[in-house]
């Protein structure tokens, strides 16, 4: 499994950046794909996950303000950011959980930077 996100960089506060991961060698509807962040000194935490469903899942801190989106097909998942907070600062990285097998990966990590 190969995860490559991008969509990463400065904005200021109240901007809005979109995240886009492109997985392969996977059929992505075996897996639950998922956004997580770390920033400085924090620990890395769920920003939000989507099933094969289409069902979603937001940390609190999120919550409408960021909506994630898979598209199968093209193996891609996006996370979209509006609102955006300096508190949003953080290498945002992509994940994906195999239904079937719990296997995880990681993507590399973008790091998106938001100005106060």
């Known amino acids: 499994v190969q995860l490559q996100a991008s969509g990463g960089g400065l904005v200021q506060a109240g901007g809005s950046l979109r995240l886009s991961c492109a997985a392969s060698?996977?059929?992505?509807?075996?897996?639950?794909m998922a956004w997580y962040r770390q920033a400085p000194g924090k620990q890395r935490e769920l920003v939000a996950s989507?099933?094969?469903?289409?069902?979603?899942r937001y940390g609190d801190s999120v919550k409408s303000r960021f909506t994630i989106s898979r598209d199968n097909a093209k193996r891609t998942v996006d996370l979209q950011m509006n609102s955006l907070k300096p508190e949003d600062t953080a290498v945002y990285y992509c994940?994906?959980?195999?239904?079937?097998?719990?296997?995880?990966?990681w993507g590399q990590g973008t790091l998106v930077t938001v100005s106060s």
């Open positions: 994940n994906s959980k195999n239904r079937y097998t719990s296997n995880v990966s």
């Open positions: 060698g996977i059929l992505l509807s075996r897996y639950i």
């Open positions: 989507i099933e094969n469903t289409g069902a979603t």
